[in-house]
């Protein structure tokens, strides 16, 4: 199982960035596709999760700037970052998560770096 991003990088407050991620190795319409984030020394936050059956989350303080989006055809999903914020720094990750009866089957991406200057 692989959970690819790409995306990250600077850009100024006020900015626009847009993450990718491409999974291989699931049966990625079954599983919950997700977006965290996680600054150095603190736990990973949830920015934004996408179910498999399309319902959308967005954590607090992303809500209106941030967009998860998933492509079921080529594997992927994406996160739409604007009006960017110094506080948005962070590395992000991209997550899958299935619920079997038995519990939860759970993947992290690597992790792709965003960094928002003032």
């Known amino acids: 199982v692989q959970l690819q991003a790409s995306g990250g990088g600077s850009v100024r407050a006020g900015g626009s960035l847009r993450l990718s991620c491409a999974a291989s190795g699931i049966s990625f319409r079954r599983y919950d596709m997700g977006w965290y984030r996680q600054i150095a020394g603190t736990q990973r936050e949830l920015v934004a999760m996408?179910?498999?059956?399309?319902?959308?989350s967005h954590g607090a303080s992303v809500e209106g700037r941030f967009t998860i989006s998933r492509d079921n055809e080529n594997i992927t999903v994406q996160l739409e970052m604007n009006s960017l914020k110094p506080d948005d720094t962070a590395v992000y990750f991209c997550h899958a998560r299935y619920e079997y009866a038995w519990g939860p089957d759970v993947y992290w991406g690597q992790g792709t770096l965003v960094t928002v200057s003032s």
């Open positions: 996408q179910s498999a059956a399309g319902a959308v």
